[in-house]
């Protein structure tokens, strides 16, 4: 349950974090509620292939 209670935190982080930003640039209400949505969507997924990258880049340094 704390997992989900995290994830749940880390989520309306990033929505909030991204409606304020936007809304500070924009002064659009919409434009914000749009980006809040956007935002988290691309960071799951991305997320997963930049952390695969790096792992990759990694193990190519200790092979070294």
């Not at 994830?7 to 434009?31: E, I, N, R």
Request: with cysteine; proline share 3%.
């Amino acid at each position: 349950m704390q997992i989900v209670a995290f994830k749940a935190s880390q989520l309306c982080l990033h929505m909030g974090v991204a409606f304020v930003v936007t809304y500070a640039f924009t002064g659009s209400l919409a434009v914000g509620g749009v980006a809040a949505i956007v935002e988290p969507i691309c960071n799951v997924t991305l997320m997963p292939m930049h952390d695969r990258l790096w792992e990759r880049y990694r193990k190519s340094r200790l092979a070294v």
